[in-house]
């Protein structure tokens, strides 16, 4: 089984309008991240929700986690043409420094 | 803002040859990582390196695989005998802590293609 399955694989929005994505796994956690990746670039932190918090919010990111069923989404309100990138969910078990795995992603496409 | 740096952005190798990765972690990082993602795939977890040591490994990382801190800023991923299935983007991360809720953050990745 994967752990970390994002939905939807791509979406295509534009500006002004809102882009949910959602992230499943399948083991317990201790918490969630997103990360964000411009086209072949690197990995860029967003947020890290921690497996007894809900809902967590950074600007206008706004991340939920339901460990019941163990699934996280992520709200980008307002969206503009540099959110263009894909975005990735990744989890860190119970064991091990810092081991993240990593969904497959969502990408992400705002027109102007 | 700190960063985590990585070079050489980009190296083709011939299959064969020894390859190595560097990449300088943020500077009162004690924890440290690499990554990599194949064309297309997910970003695969490689190694966590602590206190001059493996922490943990995956089942990718085996026997051409080694990393190694030489000195106090430089960590390295050194592929012994590059396949072409190596191609692919290496990352390095480094966290301040190897605890369960600190953020690892990732440098630029190096892109790799063996040929």
């Known amino acids: 089984s994967q752990q970390g399955e994002e939905d939807p694989q791509a979406l295509s929005i534009q500006e002004g309008e809102n882009a949910t994505m959602n992230c499943s796994y399948k083991?317990?956690?201790?918490?969630l991240q997103w990360y964000r990746q411009n086209s072949g670039r690197g990995l860029v932190h967003l947020i890290l929700?921690?497996?007894?918090?809900r809902e967590k919010h950074s600007g206008r990111l706004r991340v939920t986690l339901d460990t019941s069923k163990k699934s996280s989404s992520l709200l980008i309100t307002a969206s503009r043409a540099a959110d263009t990138a894909s975005y990735f969910c990744?989890?860190?078990?119970?064991?091990?420094?810092?081991?993240?795995?990593f969904g497959t992603g969502t990408r992400l496409l705002v027109s102007p | 803002e700190p960063e985590v740096t990585q070079t050489p952005s980009h190296q083709v190798t011939q299959m064969g040859q020894e390859v190595i990765l560097r990449c300088v972690p943020i500077?009162?990082?004690?924890?440290f990582y690499w990554y990599r993602q194949i064309l297309g795939q997910k970003v695969e977890f490689l190694v966590s390196?602590?206190?001059?040591?493996?922490?943990?490994k995956s089942e990718i990382f085996d026997d051409q695989f080694s990393v190694e801190r030489p000195d106090g800023s430089n960590f390295t991923l050194k592929i012994r005998s590059t396949k072409l299935e190596d191609s692919a983007m290496y990352f390095c991360?480094?966290?301040?802590?190897?605890?369960?809720?600190?953020?690892?953050?990732f440098g630029q990745g190096t892109r790799l293609t063996v040929v």
């Open positions: 990744a989890t860190s078990t119970n064991t091990g420094f810092q081991k993240l795995v």
């Open positions: 083991t317990s956690i201790n918490n």
């Open positions: 929700i921690r497996s007894n918090e």
């Open positions: 500077s009162n990082h004690l924890y």
């Open positions: 390196f602590y206190n001059n040591e493996i922490s943990e």
């Open positions: 991360a480094s966290s301040g802590t190897g605890g369960m809720n600190t953020e690892a953050f």
